[in-house]
């Protein structure tokens, strides 16, 4: 299990000013969350809602944690009061449910519309014609239990570096429309979130300012 630390040292070292490191924990022990927090990390993610739940307890009470998997409508009252953001909303119904269970626990909760650039069919999303709807829609002016902080987006599993750039120049450029061109009080656009192990050196030519690192963090996850 040694390495996490001098893997986070690493990558931080390689990421520009001002783009945040989400350490994608899911599939690891807590022992391994416990070394990336003793050396500093504070943002987890999980993408299953009965292990974050199991994890939350035995870490730190200061440890921030995200959830990027595909969430059930009916899991969103159990995950929500864990989390600090849902990265993975996939659909305007998700959305509606964590704005319903949000205004009931009186909080508003940050949240990024995911959306489907790649070519694989089986990734959840929004298309992009379909988001740009919905972040200029009345509908989400009256959802006062989120704030939608920007995009969330995976590229196709491919070794060609540029059918993956073009998919990150796709999602960075949902993202720098919406920032600029919507003004309601609950749209906050600060954050496009893309790059993965494989493919986040290519996700920072194209301007990412999260990255989401499970293995080149952990190492293989064991199923
Ligand atoms: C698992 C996962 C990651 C991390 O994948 P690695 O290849 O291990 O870095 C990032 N984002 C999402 C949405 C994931 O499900």
Redesign the pocket.
Known sequence: MSGIVENIKRIQTELPQGVTLVA?S?FHPIEALKEAYDCGQRIFAE?RAQELMQKVDKMPADTVWHF??HLQTNKVKAVLPHVAMIQ?VDSEKLLTAINAEARKEERRIDVLLELHVAQEETKFGFSVEDCERLVNSGTLAEMTGVRVCGVMG?ATNTDDDGEIRREFQAIRSVFDRLKGGCMKENVDFSVVSMG???DYPLAIMEKTTMV?????IFGPRQY
Do not use: A, E, H, P
């Open positions: 994608v899911k993408s990027i998997g993975s995976m993965m192990s494989d989401r690192l499970g293995s080149c």
